[in-house]
């Protein structure tokens, strides 16, 4: 997206109070840790964007970007297949089917459009091709405040509300492990404890999502330590996640 439609004052200052809030290595730490841990044979990402997050992958047998608009500048390593489309076109040509060869996704990245409705299909299309050990990492998951996390895009810096998703989670999907990873400059968000894949399972209610769509900063503030599950941003927090 071209940043000249933004504030550069105001991505500065956003930046600056991400950095306080959260001094210490960033979110692509945890992942680099996730991938060291996990040593995925299959990794799918969900908003591949520059490839960054993707080339941590080099080594999995199977590594999936999918990304509308992906700006990789420098060749990616390994069997790595970007596709240049919506996650939710990915999904409904169930091109994941011929990848996998019936493997289970071993570790996911979803970092793509932050509106909460697009987070739980990306997370519904990933599902069926999860297993008991499969684990779903989702960034943007501690906004900023509310301005950056609106619905509508009005800043730069911008988290949406990717957050509803864990708050759903957390409510329908008690049987779910997640923790919270407070990870410059907005959180990464784990979960584990999906089922044996393959079976589809139920899209979740739309009316429910709707509820939770609804949800505002106020709540936000107010409910976060209950949901997100905070833990020290520190490679024996993924340690102990992931066994």
Sequence with gaps: MNSSRWSREEMERHDAEAAE???GPDYRQALQWL???VKPRVYVEIGVHCGDSLRLAAHAEVAVG???AAEIAQEVPGPMHVFRMTSDEFFRRSL?????AERPIDLAFIDGLHLFEQVMRDIHGL???AGPDTIIALHDTIPLNAETSERIR???FHTGDVWKAVAWLHTHRPELR???IPAAPTGLTLIRGFGSGRAHPPAPDEQVLRRFADLDWAHFQAHSGQFLQLAPHARSTIQSFCQ
């Design 21 to 23: 809030r959260f001094p």
């Design 35 to 37: 991938h060291e841990i």
């Design 66 to 68: 999918v990304d509308p």
């Design 96 to 100: 994941l089917e011929g990848l996998c």
């Design 127 to 129: 599902e069926r091709y």
């Design 154 to 156: 009005r800043t730069e």
């Design 178 to 180: 997640i923790v919270t």
